[in-house]
């Protein structure tokens, strides 16, 4: 499997900058993924407390993020940067996005959870909650340990859980909105359940997009907007 690696320059400064950048990202990411961990473990516990420290981590994730760009204006203006050292910032760049956008998702799973908390009994989909919720969850951290390794084929292995996360969706949607139909009654709490598993089928969208980012990187390939089976033929060079 081919490596990526930093480019070495003769500026010390030039690489503690774009090292300081790569840290950062790995530190935010780190942040978001307790932070969507929390917030399903305080869903599925009834965990207001939880919820609410999953709310004041926001502030510090869209810190990181704030941090993070300016570092990379700063290098892209100074330094002037090419080849893999640009690849490199424009794919933290965007990875720093998602990873913003998937804490604001977490954020809404654990406003939801607030909400059923204080609603009392458990509705129907907690289950399917917990199912699809440690599945992104794993997702994630893969997507943010590859991105570590600088490892592509790991990145496109990744991608591809994409589409099994949507067909739990799927499936779980169809659950339970039969459920809803069944006992009307439970409309009101099932919906906030809906837009729970909304959010974390939108983790996983998000934690592809940051694959796609690493291969990129590494490989100097877009793959957005194509299939995993032609992304796994671009990160082998296969015809």
Same mark, same amino acid.
Request: charged share 30%; with cysteine.
């Given at each position: 499997?081919?490596?990526?690696?930093?480019?070495?320059?003769?500026?010390?400064?030039?690489?503690?900058?774009?090292?300081?950048?790569?840290?950062? /990202?790995?530190?935010? &990411?780190?942040?978001?993924? *307790?932070?969507?961990?929390? $917030?399903? #473990?305080?869903?599925?516990? %009834?965990? +207001?407390?939880?919820?609410?420290?999953?709310?004041?981590?926001?502030?510090?994730?869209?810190?990181?993020?704030?941090?993070?760009?300016?570092?990379?204006?700063?290098?892209?203006?100074?330094?002037?940067?090419?080849?893999?050292?640009?690849?490199?910032?424009?794919?933290?760049?965007?990875?720093?996005?998602? /990873?913003?956008?998937? &804490?604001?998702?977490?954020? *809404?799973?654990?406003?939801? $959870?607030? #909400?059923?908390?204080?609603? %009392?009994? +458990?509705?129907?989909?907690?289950?399917?909650?917990?199912?699809?919720?440690?599945?992104?969850?794993?997702?994630?951290?893969?997507?943010?340990?590859?991105?570590?390794?600088?490892?592509?084929?790991?990145?496109?292995?990744?991608?591809?859980?994409?589409?099994?996360?949507?067909?739990?969706?799927?499936?779980?949607?169809?659950?339970?909105?039969?459920?809803?139909?069944?006992?009307?009654?439970?409309?009101?709490?099932?919906?906030?359940?809906?837009?729970?598993?909304?959010?974390?089928?939108?983790?996983?969208?998000?934690?592809?997009?940051?694959?796609?980012?690493?291969?990129?990187?590494?490989?100097?390939?877009?793959?957005?907007?194509?299939?995993?089976?032609?992304?796994?033929?671009?990160?082998?060079?296969?015809?």
């Amino acid at each position: 499997m081919d490596r990526f690696h930093f480019g070495k320059h003769s500026s010390s400064q030039y690489n503690e900058e774009m090292e300081s950048i790569r840290t950062h /990202l790995m530190e935010m &990411g780190g942040l978001v993924e *307790k932070q969507v961990g929390d $917030a399903l #473990q305080a869903l599925l516990a %009834g965990d +207001s407390e939880l919820a609410e420290q999953v709310l004041t981590v926001e502030d510090r994730v869209d810190s990181l993020e704030k941090k993070i760009d300016e570092e990379c204006a700063r290098v892209l203006a100074l330094r002037a940067p090419a080849a893999s050292d640009l690849r490199m910032l424009i794919a933290v760049s965007k990875c720093v996005s998602d /990873l913003e956008r998937i &804490g604001d998702e977490s954020a *809404k799973i654990a406003a939801m $959870a607030i #909400q059923l908390a204080q609603e %009392g009994e +458990s509705p129907s989909g907690y289950v399917e909650a917990r199912h699809i919720g440690n599945h992104v969850r794993r997702m994630l951290h893969s997507a943010l340990d590859a991105f570590a390794r600088f490892d592509a084929d790991k990145a496109v292995e990744v991608a591809g859980e994409d589409a099994q996360i949507d067909m739990e969706y799927r499936s779980a949607m169809r659950s339970l909105v039969t459920f809803m139909m069944e006992d009307p009654r439970s409309i009101s709490r099932v919906l906030n359940v809906i837009w729970t598993l909304r959010s974390l089928e939108r983790v996983g969208d998000h934690s592809r997009n940051i694959c796609e980012q690493i291969i990129y990187l590494v490989k100097g390939k877009d793959v957005r907007h194509i299939s995993v089976d032609e992304m796994e033929k671009e990160v082998k060079g296969k015809p």
